[in-house]
């Protein structure tokens, strides 16, 4: 009965503000959006996503009114609920009293069977308040609220299934209220504006490709990294042995088990797993600073702290992400912690690397660019990107950490390196 009311208010509805607006692209399909079924991280994180509630959860666990201007109730059995009068839905619907109610009825239909609604004894509306009443009453409202979240969906959001994704090989798109394929397929934007604190792991799928051996034979090899270290050819690791010696020092393993949470293995840019037999101390040959995003929050502790003690040499510096990309675009940085990606389509993402005239080179200048990575597109892109860079020790893949900002701030953060790739949750503005 606690979580019946608690599904009432995360009555969530696609929220309105424009100022909270951003983009979100995906390469990873939800399977579930309904809140009371979705149990994956991206399923969970898309219905989280796309509605707002009545009441909202703080960062401290603290219960805060959201849609909702008051909830009141004498015994805990009926629940008299005071909605806010200027909020709107995105399709500038008013959120009022009506409204919810909807959404209670779609819940009583979907989910006829469900403990959480079963409890719910009856729904009146009058006036401006929603009158809420139990079978049995509820005295730990603000307990369970501080640690779950049941949502209820817009019904203004309810179409079809197969209206709610389109596909095209591993993309796709959320079209709100859409039945019908579009003839023409292309990754789309998604919108929301909920002003959620967003903890999401950084991931990529990069293009499969082959890499030849002294023997002239070929294997196939697979990276599925985003963050590595971006090294600045034209000054601080101009000196091949200098890269080679930051490469061979980091001890792939323990960089994973440094960092909180699950990790893919790492996988070099030349498609050789890691192992620690190839870790050998060294020295650089002058002292460096390496950037890391601040955004990255604890994470970001947890990277400087690896690397500073890996190598002497090395200095950590925490910056805003969207500073780090000014520097390296004006070569006034040694090192940059910072997500990189091949993957099709979004190798623009990745062709500021190949920009001879680009201030941001962390290709070797007296390595030719071949003219063709600079006319083909495509699959025979990918390939021939890979197969150059392969002979190359220009940065080193990582492992996924995690970011950590709010949805309102995301304008302050600026990702326009950070590849929208395999992980749903990645760059969130583009």
């Known amino acids: 009965m606690i979580r019946i009311f608690m599904a009432l208010v995360y009555t969530l509805v696609v929220s309105c503000r424009g100022n909270h607006e951003y983009v979100k692209y995906v390469y990873s ?14 399923d969970i994180w898309f219905s989280r996503l796309s509605y707002r509630g009545l009441t909202k959860v703080t960062d401290k666990g603290i219960v805060k009114m959201d849609l909702a201007e008051s909830i009141k109730t ?7 609920i005071k909605l806010k009068n200027s909020e709107r839905t995105s399709f500038n619907n008013p959120i009022d009293v009506n409204y919810v109610y909807r959404s209670l009825e779609h819940l009583s239909r979907t989910l006829p069977d469900n403990p959480l609604v079963q409890n719910i004894k009856s729904i009146q509306i009058k006036d401006y308040e929603i009158i809420l009443r139990l079978r049995t009453k509820d005295t730990n409202l603000k307990d369970v609220l501080a640690t779950h979240l049941f ?3 817009n019904p203004e959001d309810v179409a079809e299934a197969t209206g709610k994704y389109v596909r095209q090989g591993n993309f796709f798109r959320l079209v709100a209220n859409d039945r019908e394929y579009p003839k023409k397929i292309t990754p789309k934007l998604w919108t929301g504006r909920i002003d959620n604190r967003i903890t999401a792991f950084d991931t990529a799928l990069l293009p499969p490709g082959r890499i030849k051996k002294e023997s002239g034979k070929s294997r196939s090899y697979s990276l599925f990294e985003t963050w590595g270290l971006v090294l600045n050819l034209k000054d601080a690791f101009k000196n091949k042995a200098d890269r080679k010696c930051l490469s061979q020092a980091i001890e792939r393993k323990k960089f994973l088990e440094t960092l909180s949470g699950k990790h893919l293995a790492v996988v070099d840019l030349k498609g050789s797993p890691q192992q620690n037999s190839v870790v050998k101390k060294c020295s650089l040959s002058e002292r460096v600073v390496l950037g890391v995003p601040v955004e990255l929050g604890e994470e970001a502790s947890l990277i400087c702290n690896f690397f500073e003690s890996t190598l002497a040499d090395i200095r950590c510096q925490k910056t805003r992400f969207n500073k780090l990309l000014e520097k390296i675009k004006s070569d006034e940085f040694d090192a940059t912690f910072l997500a990189l990606t091949m993957d099709y389509p979004f190798l623009r993402s990745f062709n500021l690397l190949l920009m001879r005239d680009s201030s941001f080179r962390v290709i070797n200048t007296n390595v030719e660019i071949p003219k063709s990575l600079l006319t083909s597109n495509g699959n025979t ?10 002979s190359e020790e220009y940065f080193i893949a990582m492992s996924r950490p995690k970011r950590v900002f709010r949805a309102s701030k ?3 953060y600026n990702p326009s390196m950070i590849n929208p790739g395999y992980d749903s949750l990645e760059n969130l503005k583009r």
Not at 29 to 38: C, G, R, V, Y
Not at 381 to 390: C, R
């Open 29 to 42: 399909k939800p399977q579930i959006l309904f809140p009371f079924e979705a149990v994956s991280e991206v």
């Open 381 to 390: 892109y990918v390939k021939e990107l890979s197969d150059f860079i392969s």
């Open 410 to 412: 995301i304008d302050d």
């Open 74 to 80: 004498n015994d805990f059995k009926e629940f008299h």
């Open 151 to 153: 949502l209820i969906h």
